[in-house]
């Protein structure tokens, strides 16, 4: 049995992909960054208000 491979369509999944793990990154970077601003928050003003 022989497979075809279309190499043109390959590609342009691989970008495709490539472009969405950018995306992710980038993502989970705002993420952590609020995650670290709330963290901040809470050892200041949040914290004495309990």
């Given amino acids: ?4 491979i279309n ?3 390959v590609m342009s999944q ?11 990154a980038s993502q989970i970077q705002k993420l952590q960054q ?3 601003d709330c963290r901040s928050i809470w050892k ?7």
């Fill in 1 to 4: 049995m022989k497979f075809r």
């Fill in 7 to 9: 190499y043109s369509k």
């Fill in 14 to 24: 691989a970008d495709e992909i490539s472009d969405q793990a950018s995306q992710l």
């Fill in 34 to 36: 609020m995650e670290q």
């Fill in 44 to 50: 200041g003003e949040a914290a004495e208000a309990f």
